[in-house]
């Protein structure tokens, strides 16, 4: 054998053994692999039962106590009872706005939907920081809203009794009973010393959409979203636009106070104003939940320029109407920050147990901003404020001065000549008569008392004088 064939040989054989080596070493990384694979499954497979050992565990831990308290509490306390108090338990400890109703408070809810309920009408939530009542808002024309209940209230006593170890639902509860009944209700408010009022429960009737004219704007308050706001709302801007014809400047749209209701009705009341676009969407822990709430064509208001009025009791469905109209740029949003509530809650039925209401989702305004714990921010921060006319010292005018000349065109002037002392009392007679008329107008219109409101109308006429000047100029 040459050495030529000698080496084609030893080539070969490497060749050969090198093949096999390789061979070998992939059988040895598939087993390593499948034994790789079958120790993970294994270990994920032990995870999930460690992790149904560790719930049986609890479950267990749960019979134990809940058997305790059935058999050595102080008093007898029936199965149910312990059952709906666990679960409340347990849907409070996730956020404010979870809880357990039993067939009772789901029927009472029904009812609040639907427009028509008893109690005190106050929209609260649990303070977590001090563990007392929060007044979000009070319910127009209701017991509260009379007696002065303000949002950002905290309730710290239903009839000299503490709320702070009740949950949210045991102190709705209490605060619920039959019509004509008193309670007594301890406040807190700010930095003042603790007051009681003493409000007495009635049939709350909510009229969720009113509406009036100021001058040339119409003016629409929407008190909560319930199943006749959209409707209510049609109707209040059908009749303004009759009343005030052609030249209406625009609208204002009062949210302030507002505790939210229903999504759908947010959703459907936002599409008035809208011709297309993106309203709200919603997200959850799973993907496929997702939402998207579209707008249709045809703004009832065709393009008026549009004032929202928000304060810090506006939650919840104002807050998705006042961020869609924000966000697209189709309204200026006047007033303070928001409540801050950007979460949708579900009702789940329990067949004939009741339902648990759980947060479900997250809500974001057309942009992908989430408002949760911070408000939607008005487009002009204006704080309420109080108007005063303040007392004018007597003035002198030119009509006291020695000697001044008459005006001959005064309807006022007689045949005969007056003396200084006679134009001067005149004068002054003029001056009073005026300053009460001032004060008899601002006592009887509501646009003078509210200064947010005021300022709302006072920025529409200028929108709509500017808009009247820009045509102008254009043609």
Do not use: W
């Not at 019509?179 to 009737?205: C, E, H, S």
């Not at 297309?276 to 703004?299: C, L, M, N, P, Y």
């Amino acid at each position: 054998m040459g050495d030529r064939e000698r080496v084609r040989g030893t080539i070969v054989s490497n060749t050969k053994k090198s093949g096999y080596a390789a061979k070998c070493c992939n059988v040895a990384l598939i087993l390593l692999g499948g034994l790789i694979l079958q120790f993970g499954m294994t270990s994920a497979s032990q995870a999930a039962n460690q992790d149904k050992t560790d719930t049986y565990r609890q479950l267990e831990l749960f019979g134990d106590v809940f058997e305790r308290i059935r058999n050595d509490y102080v008093e007898k306390i029936s199965d149910e009872e312990l059952i709906e108090a666990a679960i409340e338990g347990m849907l409070g400890h996730l956020d404010p706005h979870s809880n357990f109703l039993n067939k009772k408070k789901l029927k009472e809810m029904k009812v609040q939907t639907s427009g028509e309920f008893g109690g005190l009408g106050i929209e609260v939530t649990m303070d977590r920081d001090s563990g007392l009542v929060k007044v979000v808002s009070p319910i127009d024309d209701t017991p509260a809203f009379r007696a002065g209940l303000m949002a950002g209230d905290l309730i710290s006593h239903l009839d000299s009794k503490p709320v702070r170890g009740l949950s949210l639902s045991q102190a709705v509860e209490r605060m619920r009973g039959s019509i004509n009944t008193d309670l007594k209700l301890t406040i807190r408010r700010g930095a003042q010393k603790p007051f009681d009022v003493t409000l007495t429960r009635a049939r709350i009737r909510i009229q969720s959409v009113r509406s009036r004219t100021e001058g040339k704007v119409g003016y629409v308050r929407i008190t909560s979203f319930n199943e006749q706001s959209t409707k209510g709302l049609q109707k209040a801007l059908k009749n303004l636009k009759k009343e005030i014809g052609a030249e209406i400047k625009g609208y204002v749209l009062d949210l302030r106070n507002n505790p939210g209701g229903l999504l759908d009705q947010a959703v459907s009341v936002t599409d008035v104003f809208l011709n297309q676009g993106e309203i709200v969407s919603t997200r959850g822990r799973h993907k496929e939940s997702a939402q998207r709430f579209q707008s249709t064509k045809g703004d009832l208001t065709d393009g008026l320029p549009l004032v929202v009025l928000i304060n810090s009791g506006s939650a919840s469905a104002s807050e998705i109407v006042a961020g869609a109209l924000q966000d697209h740029r189709r309204a200026i949003i006047l007033g303070t920050s928001s409540f801050g509530k950007g979460s949708v809650q579900t009702i789940i039925p329990l067949g004939q147990s009741g339902a648990i209401k759980m947060t479900t989702q997250r809500y974001y305004t057309p942009s992908g901003r989430s408002i949760q714990a911070k408000g939607i921010d008005p487009d002009i921060r204006v704080q309420q404020a109080k108007i005063e006319f303040i007392e004018q010292p007597r003035r002198r005018s030119e009509a006291s001065l020695r000697n001044s000349l008459k005006n001959e065109n005064d309807p006022r002037k007689k045949n005969e000549p007056k003396g200084e002392k006679d134009r001067n009392s005149e004068n002054l007679a003029d001056v009073k008569k005026e300053d009460k008329s001032v004060k008899k107008t601002s006592l009887t219109n509501k646009s003078l008392q509210d200064y947010q409101l005021a300022r709302a109308l006072g920025l529409l006429r200028g929108l709509s004088l500017f808009q009247q000047t820009k045509v102008g100029a254009t043609n």
